[in-house]
């Protein structure tokens, strides 16, 4: 068992988006929607479903061609907005596909994605995912190769359902001798986008990408704002003298 809770099984299940969910394509809005629904393909996330009815038939260019979902059968569509043109972005369900006969699923890439005024990165965020940032007093300390990265006994620690518990540090508490920065840069649907990455090099051992932040988080982890944290299992990471058990790298 591991050391924190595993995502709910919720494949195969449809609920509703409780928020307004609109695409955006440059300045176009392509659709705008109380109504949208999420799906469960797997057990991570779910994906969004948009009702036909609120996509703005403008935009949408049906290809004359069929797929055969899980769900049901899909007739492909390509997006036509000013002057960008996708191919086989979206795919309407038709009505042999019960619950979400009508509905289209766009593929992620194709717009923007927020839910009220907020963007949405990455991926829909899983309704049944809980992300908590807790400041702590537990002594964490970060070593690689015998050297001392980083110690700190205020940490805040990030909980987030499904993935390890991550030790967010002040950067005063990094050596900055063993790490440089890089132009790394990622996302994450609960957290928002990350502003830095660090590599560490200690003894000719190199790990790439080991260390990031976040200057501006979400509203809902900002106490992480600004803080370092490091890959639990690519570098010696104890808790209270304990080392976390080992998991891997699911996410920053």
Request: proline content about 6%; hydrophobic content about 40%; some cysteine.
């Amino acid at each position: 068992m591991s050391g924190f809770p595993a995502m709910a099984d919720l494949r195969d299940r449809v609920e509703p988006v409780p928020r307004r969910l609109r695409g955006v394509v440059g300045a176009h809005t392509v659709f705008d929607t109380v109504d949208a629904v999420y799906a469960w393909d797997t057990v991570k996330y779910p994906h969004y479903l948009v009702p036909l009815a609120d996509v703005d038939p403008r935009y949408l260019v049906d290809e004359g061609r069929e797929q055969e979902l899980r769900r049901g059968a899909v007739r492909l569509h390509g997006l036509r907005v000013g002057d960008t043109s996708l191919a086989s972005v979206a795919r309407v369900y038709g009505g042999g596909a019960g619950p979400v006969a009508d509905f289209v699923r766009f593929d992620w890439g194709a717009l923007e994605w927020f839910e009220e005024n907020e963007q949405v990165f990455v991926h829909p965020r899983n309704p049944y995912t809980r992300v908590d940032a807790l400041r702590s007093t537990r002594h964490v300390r970060v070593v690689l190769e015998g050297e001392l990265l980083a110690e700190s006994h205020s940490p805040v620690l990030l909980f987030e359902t499904g993935l390890p518990t991550r030790y967010y540090l002040d950067r005063s508490c990094l050596d900055l001798r063993f790490l440089r920065r890089t132009e790394t840069r990622t996302a994450c649907p609960y957290k928002g986008e990350t502003s830095d990455y660090w590599t560490a090099e200690v003894g000719g051992r190199v790990e790439e990408d080991v260390a990031w932040s976040y200057r501006q988080p979400f509203a809902s982890v900002a106490s992480i704002a600004g803080l370092v944290a490091f890959y639990n299992d690519r570098v010696e990471l104890t808790v209270d003298g304990v080392s976390p058990e080992s998991e891997s790298d699911l996410s920053q």
